[in-house]
């Protein structure tokens, strides 16, 4: 028997299905700022599309605010100019 557990095959043999299912950790492999219109971009891999917020320099936007969200990019407004510092 063929089965997909978030899309990954398995295969379990004799109806016998004993797998372990292990949530990906989320990766971020670039992310962007762009100050003209606050937008922030973040790329990776197992990236939440919901129930999170992200901070950058102080300044905030989580997943309740009308943007862009999947598993590989999110894109969101922050709600104020980060500010810089050490």
């Given at each position: ?7 990954l ?10 797998y372990?299912?292990?949530?990906a ?6 992310q ?20 999170f ?16 969200f ?11 100019a ?5």
């Open positions: 028997m063929l089965v997909e557990v978030d899309g095959p398995a295969l379990c043999v004799n109806l016998n299905c004993d372990k299912y292990v949530e950790t989320p990766l971020i492999t670039a962007s700022y762009d100050r003209s219109t606050e937008e922030l971009v973040v790329d990776g891999t197992s990236l939440p599309t919901t129930g917020t992200l901070s950058f320099g102080g300044a905030t936007c989580d997943s309740t605010q009308p943007s862009a999947t598993a590989t990019r999110i894109t969101c407004t922050l709600e104020n980060p500010r810089a510092g050490s």
